[in-house]
């Protein structure tokens, strides 16, 4: 059973990726050639990795981008998904769609399959940065119309000590480099002079000032400010290269944002929220004359304002050059932000709706090539039929020159695609979650059902005459249920073999009729157990249980989302002693302890999360408290026998701990300390701190095999790692928990009935304890 258990809970887990996160890149979808006049000749993409909306719109360290922005460019805010992490934000930028889900089991560093790109697209691309974003878009390239130049972020450090900017600074050095090389070189500048062109910059500075010194803080603000001069110098020099020609066109944005406490990979508004500039050739500009402010920003324009979801962005820059929209891109063209005579934003955005039918047609015809057509259900706002309809009508509204009509059809065209596209990803997501969730109830029916027998009726004694004609219903009912099984996982079995579905949906299907009948046979157990259970008292007990166990589990997940909902669990675990027929044998100091215990966890749900504001005093004071606990056992449980080898043994360790415990506080402080006053961390001290931590899982194993030394031993060592991670409360939320705990484990000793020596000497070990902490 236990091996069966874990293969059906590893089942339970892989069924999420084919559920939840499958990959949207459709293969094989056709390109569309656009027809419209490109407005610009080259594009330059600055990537400010880690830059947030909020370092930009709030902070006038970026003085000439946000002069930029306010005057003849456009900003606002580019709205991310998760995972908020460097590859897929590079990828919704560069090539239109959110990550592929696969990518996880590398880390978001490498590409796990080949997907389309701006870059691809492109006559020719240039790209410096680090190897791992640079790299993404080079596999699968059969045009050779990529270059790129890296380097390894590794080899800088990234402590405080260390200047951020020198990430950058290799980026612009090399990019002043290439354009003095092409004044000499003939066949860079015959390049150069190409149209539909590309220059990437990927400036991981800021990410890394961000880790390491945090958003808000002047060595941020510093690299932030250093970015913006050198984006300045490197327009310039672009511009003095093609003489000012008016064909360039200059987008700056971020991959992700950034919490207050330097980290991003989740949904946090600081982290999805990122800023975009975007100016020069064909970029739409607005004469506010009344120079209206946005109030939801430090001086920005609030009319060249126009904001945009991420991966926007792609078929944006493919406009601005007419080259085909990458064909996995899901992004929508901003027309608001078009400098372009009407024809040309008519002809720009039917090449966005045309690309995204071929990407939604593809889906819909690769579903429907292996479906069982009797149970097709396809997507009825927008089939086949009206596909190739709407196609027609669109051109022939683009014959007649009424462009109007032909944005507002291609715009609706384009969600409906969307949606389209959407309905065919998750097709076999409803099936797919039914079978996964019978499949988790009847493992639990399954477990239920071994209690059952194992437990109930080991206890019962069962009638021994038993009525010939029940026996015989039952083995009937018993044979029935296992031929109609049989006869259904054939009939699916068939279905999944006929539609060419990948190997693991057997499992999936299968699996839920096997955990059923094996817990619904033999029927006669359950029947059994309903007489059993004829008594109402015990029915309504087993019902109070169920409906305890179903809110409990309802609040867990709630509070994956609310973590104030954990309080409430909680909250009614407090009361948990009180409903015991055996209450009586419990102190009135555990009776007062446990419930408190339960309450002062229940308040940690609704404080801040961890890592928005430090509090290190906090961190110390979790220590010093644990340091007195542990100080008043060895005072009044082991000094009073000192004379005893073992306790003397026992005593030596228990100090050992104490003073281990005592220097991690003493290097949490320092260190502290000295990162708030930006100095260097020490080496030897964090040294130290790696040998505290290697350590503490093995002092433990010195103690004795008494009880309630070890048990002291594992909480101190367990305290004592975790408060070297710890930056605010999380170290009194332990050492409420570690209490709480310990409290728990005294009342099950003393409620359960346990006759044997072991236990009775337990329950006195435990009795010591609580006597001198209670």
Same mark, same amino acid.
């Given at each position: 059973?236990?091996v =069966?258990?874990i293969?059906?809970?590893?089942v +339970?887990?892989?069924?999420?990726?084919?559920i939840?996160?499958k990959?949207?890149? @459709?293969?094989n979808?056709?390109?569309?050639q656009?027809?419209h006049?490109?407005?610009?000749?080259r594009?330059v993409?600055?990537v400010?990795d880690?830059?947030?909306?909020?370092?930009?719109v709030?902070?006038?360290?970026?003085p000439?981008?946000r002069?930029?922005?306010?005057?003849?460019?456009?900003w606002?805010?580019?709205?991310?998904?998760?995972?908020?992490?460097?590859?897929?934000?590079?990828?919704a930028?560069i090539?239109?769609?959110y990550?592929?889900?696969?990518?996880?089991a590398k880390?978001w560093?490498e590409?796990?399959?080949d997907?389309?790109?701006?870059?691809?697209?492109?006559e020719?691309?240039w790209?410096?940065?680090?190897?791992?974003?640079?790299d993404?878009?080079?596999k699968?390239?059969?045009?050779n119309n990529?270059?790129?130049?890296? +380097?390894?972020?590794?080899?800088?450090?990234?402590s405080?000590?260390?200047?951020?900017?020198?990430?950058d600074?290799?980026?612009?050095?090399?990019?002043?480099?290439?354009?003095?090389k092409?004044?000499?070189?003939d066949?860079?500048?015959?390049?150069?002079?190409?149209?539909? !062109?590309v220059? +990437?910059?990927h400036?991981?500075?800021?990410?890394?000032s961000?880790?390491?010194?945090?958003p808000?803080?002047?060595?941020?603000?510093?690299?932030?400010?250093?970015?913006?001069?050198?984006?300045?110098?490197?327009?310039? =020099?672009?511009?003095?290269?093609y003489n000012?020609d008016?064909?360039t066109?200059?987008? %700056?944005?971020s991959?992700?944002?950034?919490?207050?406490w330097?980290s991003h990979?989740?949904?946090?508004d600081d982290?999805t929220?990122?800023?975009?500039v975007?100016?020069?050739?064909?970029?739409?500009t607005?004469?506010?004359?009344?120079?209206?402010?946005?109030?939801?920003?430090n001086s920005m324009?609030f009319?060249?304002r126009?904001?945009?979801?991420?991966?926007?962005?792609?078929?944006l820059?493919a406009?601005?050059?007419? !080259?085909p929209?990458?064909v996995?891109?899901?992004?929508?063209?901003?027309?608001?932000?078009?400098?372009?005579s009407l024809?040309?934003k008519?002809?720009?955005?039917?090449?966005n709706?045309?690309?995204?039918i071929?990407?939604?047609?593809?889906?819909?015809l690769?579903?429907e090539?292996?479906?069982?057509?009797i149970?097709y259900?396809?997507?009825?706002?927008?089939?086949?039929?009206?596909v190739?309809?709407?196609?027609?009508i669109?051109?022939?509204?683009?014959?007649?020159?009424?462009?109007?009509k032909?944005?507002k059809?291609?715009?609706? &065209? =384009?969600?409906l695609s969307?949606?389209? *596209?959407?309905?065919?990803?998750?097709?076999y997501?409803k099936?797919?979650?039914?079978?996964v969730?019978?499949s988790?109830?009847?493992?639990?029916?399954?477990?239920f059902r071994v209690l059952?027998?194992?437990? %109930?009726?080991?206890?019962i004694e069962?009638?021994?005459?038993?009525?010939?004609?029940?026996?015989n219903?039952?083995?009937?009912?018993?044979?029935?249920m296992?031929?109609?099984s049989?006869i259904? %996982?054939?009939?699916?079995?068939?279905?999944?073999?006929?539609?060419?579905?990948p190997?693991?949906?057997?499992i999936?299907?299968l699996?839920?009729?096997f955990?059923w009948?094996y817990?619904?046979?033999?029927?006669n157990?359950? &029947?059994q157990t309903?007489?059993?259970l004829?008594n109402?008292?015990?029915i309504?007990?087993?019902g109070?249980?169920i409906?305890?166990y179903?809110?409990?589990?309802?609040?867990?997940?709630?509070? *994956?989302?609310?973590?104030?909902?954990?309080?409430?669990?909680?909250?009614?675990m407090? *009361?948990w002693p009180? +409903?015991?027929?055996?209450?009586?044998?419990?102190?009135k100091s555990?009776?007062?302890?446990?419930?408190?215990g339960? @309450?002062?966890?229940s308040i940690?749900?609704?404080m801040?999360?961890?890592?928005k504001?430090?509090?290190?005093?906090?961190?110390?004071a979790?220590?010093?408290?644990?340091?007195?606990?542990?100080?008043?056992?060895?005072?009044?449980?082991?000094l009073?026998?000192?004379?005893d080898?073992?306790?003397?043994r026992?005593?030596?360790?228990?100090v050992?701990?104490?003073f281990?415990?005592?220097v991690?506080l003493? !290097?949490?402080?320092l260190?502290?300390k000295?990162?708030?006053e930006n100095?260097?961390?020490?080496?030897s001290?964090?040294?130290?701190?790696?040998i505290?931590?290697?350590s503490l899982?093995?002092?433990?194993?010195?103690?004795?095999k008494?009880f309630i030394?070890?048990?002291?031993?594992?909480?101190?060592?367990i305290?004592?790692?975790?408060?070297?991670?710890?930056?605010?409360h999380?170290?009194?939320f332990?050492?409420?928990?570690?209490?709480?705990?310990?409290?728990w484990?005294?009342?099950?000793?003393?409620?359960?009935?346990?006759?044997n020596?072991q236990?009775?000497?337990?329950?006195?070990?435990?009795?010591i304890?609580?006597?001198?902490w209670?």
């Amino acid at each position: 059973m236990f091996v =069966i258990g874990i293969f059906i809970h590893l089942v +339970f887990l892989f069924s999420i990726f084919d559920i939840y996160f499958k990959s949207p890149i @459709v293969n094989n979808a056709n390109m569309y050639q656009p027809l419209h006049e490109a407005p610009a000749d080259r594009l330059v993409l600055f990537v400010v990795d880690g830059l947030r909306a909020e370092s930009f719109v709030n902070y006038s360290t970026m003085p000439y981008l946000r002069s930029v922005a306010n005057n003849h460019g456009r900003w606002g805010i580019s709205q991310t998904r998760v995972p908020t992490e460097s590859r897929p934000g590079h990828v919704a930028i560069i090539a239109g769609f959110y990550e592929d889900p696969s990518a996880i089991a590398k880390g978001w560093k490498e590409n796990p399959v080949d997907f389309d790109s701006v870059f691809n697209q492109s006559e020719y691309t240039w790209c410096w940065g680090t190897y791992d974003i640079v790299d993404i878009f080079t596999k699968g390239a059969v045009k050779n119309n990529i270059f790129i130049e890296k +380097f390894d972020p590794y080899e800088q450090s990234f402590s405080s000590d260390k200047n951020t900017t020198l990430l950058d600074d290799w980026v612009f050095k090399r990019v002043k480099n290439f354009f003095h090389k092409a004044n000499y070189d003939d066949n860079l500048r015959e390049k150069l002079g190409s149209r539909k !062109i590309v220059f +990437f910059l990927h400036l991981l500075g800021t990410d890394t000032s961000g880790h390491t010194h945090k958003p808000r803080t002047k060595n941020f603000l510093t690299t932030i400010k250093f970015v913006d001069e050198n984006i300045k110098e490197i327009e310039k =020099i672009i511009k003095d290269f093609y003489n000012d020609d008016g064909k360039t066109t200059f987008l %700056m944005t971020s991959d992700h944002g950034m919490t207050d406490w330097g980290s991003h990979g989740t949904g946090d508004d600081d982290e999805t929220k990122t800023p975009y500039v975007l100016w020069g050739a064909g970029v739409q500009t607005i004469q506010d004359n009344v120079n209206q402010l946005d109030p939801e920003t430090n001086s920005m324009s609030f009319g060249n304002r126009y904001d945009i979801n991420q991966a926007d962005l792609t078929p944006l820059m493919a406009t601005f050059l007419s !080259i085909p929209v990458p064909v996995n891109s899901i992004g929508q063209l901003p027309i608001g932000l078009l400098e372009m005579s009407l024809p040309n934003k008519a002809k720009a955005i039917y090449s966005n709706c045309r690309q995204m039918i071929s990407q939604y047609n593809k889906k819909r015809l690769d579903v429907e090539a292996r479906v069982i057509s009797i149970l097709y259900q396809p997507f009825e706002p927008f089939d086949g039929k009206k596909v190739r309809e709407i196609i027609s009508i669109t051109e022939k509204l683009l014959e007649d020159e009424k462009y109007d009509k032909v944005i507002k059809l291609s715009e609706e &065209i =384009i969600h409906l695609s969307l949606s389209g *596209l959407t309905y065919y990803h998750n097709y076999y997501q409803k099936p797919l979650l039914i079978t996964v969730t019978l499949s988790f109830i009847g493992w639990i029916l399954c477990l239920f059902r071994v209690l059952v027998k194992q437990k %109930m009726f080991a206890q019962i004694e069962m009638p021994r005459n038993k009525s010939h004609s029940l026996v015989n219903t039952t083995k009937t009912i018993d044979v029935a249920m296992k031929v109609f099984s049989a006869i259904v %996982m054939m009939v699916l079995s068939l279905m999944i073999y006929v539609q060419s579905l990948p190997v693991q949906y057997y499992i999936y299907f299968l699996m839920p009729i096997f955990l059923w009948l094996y817990a619904l046979t033999p029927i006669n157990l359950w &029947i059994q157990t309903l007489n059993v259970l004829k008594n109402k008292r015990r029915i309504f007990l087993l019902g109070i249980e169920i409906l305890c166990y179903t809110l409990g589990s309802i609040a867990l997940g709630l509070a *994956l989302t609310h973590r104030w909902v954990l309080s409430i669990p909680l909250l009614g675990m407090s *009361l948990w002693p009180f +409903f015991s027929a055996s209450i009586q044998n419990l102190p009135k100091s555990v009776c007062i302890a446990w419930p408190v215990g339960c @309450v002062s966890l229940s308040i940690f749900s609704f404080m801040s999360v961890i890592g928005k504001n430090t509090c290190i005093e906090l961190v110390i004071a979790a220590g010093i408290i644990w340091l007195l606990i542990h100080s008043l056992y060895i005072w009044k449980a082991l000094l009073p026998n000192s004379e005893d080898q073992d306790v003397t043994r026992e005593l030596i360790i228990s100090v050992i701990q104490i003073f281990t415990l005592a220097v991690s506080l003493q !290097i949490i402080h320092l260190q502290s300390k000295w990162f708030g006053e930006n100095l260097p961390i020490s080496q030897s001290l964090q040294s130290v701190c790696w040998i505290i931590s290697v350590s503490l899982p093995l002092i433990p194993l010195l103690y004795t095999k008494k009880f309630i030394n070890r048990l002291l031993g594992i909480n101190t060592a367990i305290l004592n790692f975790y408060l070297l991670l710890s930056v605010a409360h999380e170290g009194l939320f332990m050492v409420t928990l570690i209490l709480n705990v310990n409290c728990w484990m005294f009342i099950e000793s003393k409620l359960i009935n346990s006759g044997n020596v072991q236990g009775i000497q337990c329950e006195k070990e435990n009795h010591i304890f609580y006597h001198w902490w209670c």
